[in-house]
């Protein structure tokens, strides 16, 4: 499942990362790619203990908390802290799969990336290229989303951003070990919260809104690992 899970961060918010952001220092983005990804990896990064990335990665994080789509949709057990890139002129990342297992920066803790996350940080408007493209089962699907936005994907998929070639592209990208591994078995509860909530909605004392509960939470309770 691809989600675009609009509005993580307000315009506020926005604007305060931004400033941050920008007033950072960046680096050459391979210091952090495995030894595939070098090979196609052309972008900036602010390093993972600048000040900047865990103040703005801290409000992500906070951000996404209280956000029920994400929460719905991820069904996270543990979030990576956020990083941040940058393209500019011409810069591009070629077709990759992201590591399976990282480690946890300044821990021994390690975690499995069930999910990617990549949060758009520059109006679409403001740069031309710049698109994550995401191999599905049925092609491949373009992403550019308005700032604020973050699309959610199954970190399996092959992916590429296209060549910035005018403007900036800011982004932070992070990934999530989910309490559901399976992306069918996680899109299939996505789909009956949805529905349960649709339904709540309307018909808030029907007596089918309890019951589904119930089996959306007997089919947790079975599938999820902690
Ligand atoms: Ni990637």
Excluded at 88 to 102: L, N
Excluded at 125 to 152: F, M, W
Aim: net charge neutral; hydrophobic share 45%.
């Amino acid at each position: 499942m691809i989600l675009d899970i609009p509005a993580v961060l307000t315009p506020a918010q926005l604007a305060e990362a931004r400033a941050l952001l920008a007033a950072a220092e960046w680096v050459d983005g391979k210091t952090t790619a495995g030894h595939q990804a070098t090979k196609v990896k052309d972008n900036l990064q602010i390093p993972a203990t600048h000040p900047a990335a865990r103040q703005v990665g801290e409000m992500i994080l906070r951000a996404l908390a209280q956000n029920p789509l994400f929460i719905a949709a991820a069904l996270p057990l543990h979030i990576l802290p956020p990083m941040f890139n940058r393209y500019t002129g011409g810069q591009q990342f070629g077709s990759h799969v992201d590591g399976s297992i990282r480690q946890v920066p300044g821990t021994g803790h390690r975690i499995r990336t069930d999910l990617s996350c990549t949060l758009f940080f520059a109006d679409p408007a403001d740069y031309d290229g710049g698109e994550l493209v995401i191999e599905d089962t049925y092609g491949a699907k373009n992403v550019k989303l308005p700032a604020g936005h973050l699309v959610l994907y199954p970190a399996t998929s092959l992916h590429h951003v296209t060549p910035v070639t005018r403007g900036a592209r800011m982004c932070s990208f992070f990934w999530i070990q989910s309490m559901i591994r399976d992306d069918g078995k996680r899109a299939l509860l996505f789909d009956l919260d949805q529905g349960i909530q649709r339904v709540g909605a309307t018909q808030p004392d029907n007596p089918a809104v309890v019951q589904l509960t119930g089996v959306y939470h007997n089919l947790l309770r079975q599938w999820a690992e902690m």
